[in-house]
């Protein structure tokens, strides 16, 4: 039975993970704060980390991963990403299931990823604070090039607005960007392809509610939506499974507005819509025909659990 370890596990989606393939699969799920983790996860399968910026997180994730005879290593943390796939070749046997090196430092930076694909695909116009000519139609999204969640993420509605944080964050200017808001509804899509690319499923997530993670969604298989996430994953795309964030206009226009080059906390429901990212990661055959879109749909509904101990 393959091992595969699960890091950021103290997040949404370990839970599910483990609900759905603790009878396939040989799972451990790592965090640096194990308290975090769901107690329906048997404590013998949790495993105590560093945070990624720990001077000893990479010689700590090479001996666990040699310690518990890991086949896959998947990252749910993105501070972890570059530092794991530059130092893939330090772990033996461990494959890194997540893109290469390159793929995960540009997706990282949300200016760059626009950058990389404006040319040849629709992306929402996207700027840099610091550039002095910013044009942007209002509203418009206000955020860190880098960074997760909902922090720092302001609406501008007017160039007032544009002013006052362009004061707020100055000598900080360039770490921000200002992106044009596209008005729709929000998608956060799985696409799953092998550690060469080989692209086999695009699974689109419809976006009910989110606070920071998604707490309500919805399998829903939109043409538009697989054809546009096919046509980035071709023209650069990245290995194993990342997920596309995007918005789906009323018209049938897509604006994908991030790339995360990680398994997202919906990941779960790839897994029960009857794939399987694990053994698709070695099959280096590329498969994808759009059969996704016959799977039936999946709903997930997040809900608060208490626990309690003595």
Partial sequence: MKSILITGAGGAGAELIWKLFSNKYSLFFA????????????????????????????????????????????????????????NA??????????PEAGFIRMMLDKF???????????????????DHSVDIPFPSILKPRTGRGSRDVFVLD?????DYFSRKFTGRLDDFIVQEK????????????????ALHEIIPVKVF??????????TEYDQNVIAACQCLHMLGGGSGTYNIQLILSSNGTVFPFEINPRI?????????????????FENHSASFIGRASERSRCRLERHWVNSITH
């Fill in 31 to 86: 965090d640096a704060n194990l308290a975090r983790i769901s107690p329906d996860i048997p404590n013998a399968c949790c495993v105590k980390i560093p945070f990624a910026d720990d001077d000893d997180f990479l010689q700590e994730m090479v001996s666990v991963c040699e310690k518990l005879d890991i086949d896959l290593l998947v990252s749910a943390v993105d501070e972890e990403l570059p530092i794991l796939a530059e």
């Fill in 89 to 98: 070749g330090l772990f033996g046997s461990t494959r890194m299931f997540m």
């Fill in 112 to 130: 760059q990823m626009v950058e990389h694909f404006k040319a040849n695909a629709l992306m929402p116009i996207t700027k840099l604070l610091s």
């Fill in 158 to 162: 007017n160039d007032d607005d544009l």
């Fill in 182 to 197: 596209a008005e729709g509804v929000e998608y956060t899509v799985q696409v799953v392809s092998s550690s060469q690319g």
């Fill in 209 to 218: 509610s989110k606070k920071g993670i998604t707490i309500s969604a919805e």
């Fill in 264 to 280: 997202s906390t919906t990941f779960g429901l790839v897994l029960a819509s009857g794939v399987d990212p694990f053994e698709l």
